[in-house]
DNA sequence: ATCCTGACGCGCC
DNA sequence: AGGCGCGCCAGGA
């Protein structure tokens, strides 16, 4: 198989929530960021921010920025840990980030409302 | 259909 | 500040 990514583990139905989650992410511009719980709404379901962590820790799809998401008020989190990494890949499109604090968040933050 | 799992969020201590 | 508890939710076993 030529792309690794060709293997589908397991193919998200395209209406299910996972599906708008998975759209969403990958509308999230570089540079900018978005909380699980902004993802939650814009797929539909403003509460279900939990649900949204789940669905990415299982997105084993590369064209998902997943390291755009973040916690509430810009905190980083999740990323199976991998703090560092999700911090050095936010600091890679200009996003400054101090400890696991995201410096100016509601001017990265998307869709930057307001 | 029920139970269990969590890359969440927020109020409180 | 940092840590705790509880509520909310979709997905898989």
Redesign the pocket.
């Known amino acids: 198989m030529p792309n690794a990514e060709s293997r589908t583990p397991?193919a998200v139905s395209p209406q299910?929530?996972?599906?708008a989650v998975l759209r969403v992410t990958r509308r999230i511009p570089p540079g900018r960021v978005a909380?699980?719980?902004?993802v939650a709404a814009m797929a539909g379901?403003p509460?279900?921010?939990?649900?949204?962590?789940?669905?990415?820790?299982?997105?084993g799809d590369p064209t998902v920025p997943?390291?755009r998401?973040v916690?509430?008020?810009g905190?980083l989190?999740?990323?199976?840990g991998e703090e560092a990494l999700?911090r050095a890949l936010l600091r890679s499109e200009g996003i400054i980030v101090v400890g696991r604090r995201i410096r100016a968040f509601a001017a990265v933050r998307w869709p930057a409302r307001a």
């Open positions: 397991k299910s929530f996972a599906g909380t699980y719980g902004d379901r509460r279900a921010s939990r649900a949204v962590g789940n669905i990415m820790r299982g997105c997943c390291h998401v916690g509430a008020g905190v989190g999740g990323y199976g999700k």
